[in-house]
Antibody, heavy 122, light 107 residues
Framework: QVQVVQSGAEVKKPGASVKVSCRAS????????IHWVRQAPGQGLEWMGG????????IYAQNFQGRVTMTRDMSTSTVYMELSSLRSEDTAVFYC???????????????WGQGTLVTVSS | DIQLTQSPSSLSASVGDRVTITCRAS??????LNWYQHKPGKAPKLLIY???SLQSGVPSRFSGSGSGTDFTLTISSLQPEDFATYYC?????????FGQGTKVEIK
C-alpha cells in the first residue's frame, strides 16, 4: 500500500535551517511528483512547491523562493525539503504529499505524510 | 494568484443534516478543483478531485459539483466522523492555492 512517512519534529533557532524528509513506499517513486504544504498554527494550508523525482526538477511558490530547496534520493525513495533563514513565523506543520494527475493535468494531493512540526524559537 | 473563497467559514450542524460548502474562484478554473477534509493532528484527506470525482474509499455521502468559478461540496447526511475542517484547492495554475477552510462543528 502507498505510504508517505515524514521525519520527526524539529526545534530550531531563528536564522537556522531545517531539513525535513519524506519517504515514499508502495508505488514507483519516479512516477509521481511530491509536493509540500505548510500549515501555521491556527491558519490554513499553504502550497510551498514540489519536485519531480524522475529528473529532480522543482517548482517553488514565490513566497518561499530563495529560502526553500527540495531534493530527492532515488536510492531510498526519499524527498527532502530544506527551509533556510528560519524566523518565528515559519513555526508550522509541514506536510509532504504525493501528487497524482490521472488525466495529465488535474493534479491533486492523494497520499499525505503525517506532518512534521517545526518550531522556530530562540 | 487565483484566490479561492469558501463560505461559510464555519457552520454548526447535527448528525444527519445535509451540509453544503461553497468555493468561489477569482477566475475560471474549469474543473481543476479538489476538496480535502482535515482533522486536528491528522494529515489532510482527499475527498473529491476534478470537481466531482469521488476519491476511492471515500463514502458516497460526499459529493462535489461545479465548474468555472463556483463549486460545491455536499455531505448528504452528516456523520459524527465528518466534523472537521474542509478545504478546496485549485490546480489550474501555479501557485496552487487553497480556500481558507470551512470548519464543521457539532450543533
Amino acid at each position: 500500500q502507498v505510504q508517505v512517512v515524514q521525519s520527526g519534529a524539529e526545534v530550531k533557532k531563528p536564522g537556522a535551517s531545517v531539513k525535513v524528509s519524506c519517504r515514499a513506499s508502495g508505488y514507483t517513486f519516479t512516477s509521481y511528483y511530491i509536493h509540500w504544504v505548510r500549515q501555521a498554527p491556527g491558519q490554513g494550508l499553504e502550497w510551498m512547491g514540489g519536485i519531480n523525482p524522475s529528473d529532480g526538477s522543482t517548482i517553488y511558490a514565490q513566497n518561499f523562493q530563495g529560502r526553500v530547496t527540495m531534493t530527492r534520493d532515488m536510492s531510498t525513495s526519499t524527498v527532502y525539503m530544506e527551509l533556510s533563514s528560519l524566523r518565528s513565523e515559519d513555526t508550522a506543520v509541514f506536510y509532504c504529499s504525493r501528487v497524482t494527475d490521472p488525466w495529465g493535468s488535474h493534479y491533486y494531493f492523494d497520499f499525505w505524510g503525517q506532518g512534521t512540526l517545526v518550531t522556530v524559537s530562540s | 494568484d487565483i484566490q479561492l473563497t469558501q463560505s461559510p467559514s464555519s457552520l454548526s450542524a447535527s448528525v444527519g443534516d445535509r451540509v453544503t460548502i461553497t468555493c468561489r474562484a477569482s477566475q475560471s478554473i474549469s474543473t481543476y478543483l479538489n476538496w480535502y477534509q482535515h482533522k486536528p493532528g491528522k494529515a489532510p484527506k482527499l475527498l473529491i478531485y476534478a470537481a466531482s470525482s469521488l476519491q476511492s474509499g471515500v463514502p458516497s455521502r460526499f459529493s462535489g459539483s461545479g465548474s468555472g468559478t463556483d463549486f460545491t461540496l455536499t455531505i448528504s447526511s452528516l456523520q459524527p466522523e465528518d466534523f472537521a475542517t474542509y478545504y478546496c484547492q485549485q490546480s489550474y495554475r501555479t501557485p496552487w492555492t487553497f480556500g481558507q477552510g470551512t470548519k464543521v462543528e457539532i450543533k
